[in-house]
């Protein structure tokens, strides 16, 4: 299976450079309108890369396409290939449920569930268990535990896991999220504008929590804001009108683009 493929790449360390994910003339069409354009993309693996241009420039699409998230439209077209960790995620032979187990996703807004933060937590887990297992309540009470100290939300909501999640406040519901995708073990992480609707002190620590889990994760994020992509990530991406123009370290490319169009939008001519 594609999971077992891949869980054996992510394990050999063979390649000299491991990517996490690689586009190759990546192509996709919503009906008649080409949103994304010849892409050729690398993310390097144990990286925060953050993916920025104007509205409609194709920065989500590229993003869903790592777990084909946008084949839920059935007007959307795609051509070319996207590999994750070395494998064709649009290859017959893959499985949507094992690759989406590997590759979790935060969206804008908090999308906790009306349960428990407990059972938040294990949603992922139970629904990917072999049918009629049943991990023993202490093991559960661990993966609780530990995806909840991973996200730094344990020492906050340890003595109320039983209270509803959508009690927490949304910086708390934003890190319940994140917590609820590590008990299946992905290894991408993918990041939709997930503080868009965070207050100043939420971002910063959403922010804080995307360093914290680099390295052990790899995470390609969708942000606006300028100040965000400069601050919390390793490499940065500038897409324009479907098309991947630059792609650097984010120091290099804030401080020397190499584009015209790339200093044109950080300097706030456009977009």
Partial sequence: MWRDALADEMTSGGSEQQWAVETERLCLWYGDFQALIDVVFKVKAGLVTSLIGPSGCGK???LRCCNRINERLGYVRTQGRVM???HDVYAPQTELVQLRKQVGMVFQ????LPLSIRDNVLFGYRIHQPEGSRAPRKRMDEIV???LRDVLLWDDVK???DRKATELSLEAQQKLCIARLLPVKPKLLLMDEPCSALDPKGTEAIEE??????GEYTILIVTHNMAQARRASDECAF??????IEHRATADL???PADQRTADYIEGRYG
């Fill in 60 to 62: 989500s699409t590229l």
């Fill in 84 to 86: 994750i960790f070395g």
């Fill in 109 to 112: 807004r908090p999308n906790v």
């Fill in 145 to 147: 535990e530990q995806a």
């Fill in 159 to 161: 003595d109320k896991l």
């Fill in 209 to 214: 929590l995307m360093w914290t889990l680099r």
């Fill in 239 to 244: 897409m324009l009108v479907g098309k991947m």
């Fill in 254 to 256: 804030f401080v020397t």
